[in-house]
């Protein structure tokens, strides 16, 4: 795969405090990668061939058609449906070929733009390891995030269990657990109180922060669901 074309500045992603930061960088990079499919890309040949094969999970289809005109969308569903049509549906009925059903499979279960991102995502935690090891600076400004979501530490420590320093590896691991810990007892604490304003005795009690717990939780569950946020 070529190298990426999005610029990830990791500090503008980590100076933001507004949730959880690998949840930023994503869908920053779904932008990005959104926005170079449907303009700059649109009549390069080698992205089109990718996005021909490939295609797109169902958020990013909603994603290019949020941010593309019409008609560069269109354009790239056409190739699309045209390379489906010769290569991949059979033209013929007759006795189910398992390789043709799991030829559709995979183009149904791959996305062009979650590829690029889980590419440049290794990248992105590399400098994040980088960073945390060398700068004090940038280890605080790590610890400030508001949280890392549940998907995000599993991706995070998995590749720091693989890459990063072993001398590290423990304190690294403290922090981030730190932030996905902490911010899963204020969940169950919003979420309970939540709970308990259905019951008569809180009629007319405090909501607190707990509003739009179910909204935040589903975020840190599941992450990229950034529709959801509040
Ligand atoms: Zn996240
Ligand atoms: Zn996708």
């Not at 058609?65 to 290569?87: Q, S, W, Y």
């Not at 995502?121 to 700068?135: D, G, K, M, R, Y």
């Amino acid at each position: 795969m070529k190298e990426t074309i999005c610029t990830i500045p990791i500090n503008d992603i980590f100076n933001l405090h507004d949730g959880c930061p690998f949840c930023r960088m994503y869908e920053m990079l779904e932008n990005q990668y959104a926005t170079f499919i449907t303009g700059s890309a649109m009549m390069d040949p080698e992205t089109r061939v990718a996005t021909n094969k490939k295609g797109f999970c169902p958020r990013h289809f909603e994603k290019i058609v949020e941010v593309g005109k019409r008609l560069p969308v269109a354009l790239i569903l056409e190739t699309h449906l045209d390379f489906i049509d010769k290569e991949i549906l059979p033209k013929k009925a007759g006795k189910p070929d398992k390789k043709a059903l799991h030829k559709i499979e995979e183009i149904t279960d791959s996305c062009y733009i979650c590829d690029r991102i889980q590419f440049d995502i290794q990248h992105f935690l590399q400098t994040v390891f980088v960073e945390w090891a060398n700068s004090e600076e940038f280890k605080k400004l790590y610890k400030s995030q508001d949280f890392i979501c549940l998907r995000h530490y599993t991706e995070v420590m998995k590749y720091a269990n693989a890459k990063m320093p072993s001398k590290h590896l423990t304190d690294f691991h403290k922090d981030t657990l730190n932030l996905t810990r902490n911010y899963l007892d204020i969940l169950k604490s919003d979420t309970t109180h939540f709970c308990r304003m259905f019951d008569y005795q809180n009629r007319g009690a405090d909501w607190g922060n707990s509003k739009d717990a179910i909204e935040r939780d589903i975020k840190f569950l599941s992450g990229y669901l950034d529709r959801l946020a509040t």
